[in-house]
Every structure is written in structure tokens, then in C-alpha cells.
């Protein structure tokens, strides 16, 4: 990860360093991948590393695996699957999930 973050910084590609590191479940890899994906809009395959986050434990995988089922971007759209999703990740303590709740 840290080599691939290097590479990076050095103009180089070392997404496949990080990626690499987030298929054996490295937690800031796989953070890192999911912000790569949902930028270039491979929805699919950021959902793909939100749920490996959220297999993980990881709460901000969880909020995010919700934000794709209530847009719909990556999986079908499913919003109550997505507000379970979004109180699985408010119970576990993120903010976002808590603040988006409230909204709902």
C-alpha cells in the first residue's frame, strides 16, 4: 500500500500496489480503492470494495454500501435495504449514517 501510495505521489501508477493490498483486505487499501473507483464512476466495483469493508467490521463501508442502494449507482436500487444498511452503520458510530437517518 505505502509502495503503491509512493508511486503515486512520484507521478507513477500504484494503484495496482494498492489495489493488490486491498484484495488481501488491507483496510486503508481498500478505503483508498473505494474513493479511486467512485471517482473515475466504476460504481460497481467501488461497491465491490464497500462490502469488503463492511465484511471487515469497517462502518464507513457499511454507509457506503447504503449510499449505492439508495442511488442505485453499482447495485439495483433498494432503499430499504439502504436505510437497514444506514442504521447497521449508525449503530456502529458514523456520523454521516447518523445525520442521513435523521433526514430520512
Known sequence: ???GLLLIEEG???IRF???AAEQYHIESMLYMLDYE?????YVEA???????SMTGHHEGTKRMADYFWSGKGV???KSTAKDLY???ANAGNKEAIDILKRL
Open 1 to 3: 500500500y505505502q509502495y
Open 12 to 14: 507513477g501508477d500504484g
Open 18 to 20: 494498492i489495489k493488490g
Open 38 to 42: 467512485e471517482s473515475i464512476e466504476n
Open 47 to 53: 461497491f465491490r470494495f464497500a462490502k469488503r469493508l
Open 76 to 78: 439495483r436500487r433498494d
Open 87 to 89: 442504521r447497521d452503520a
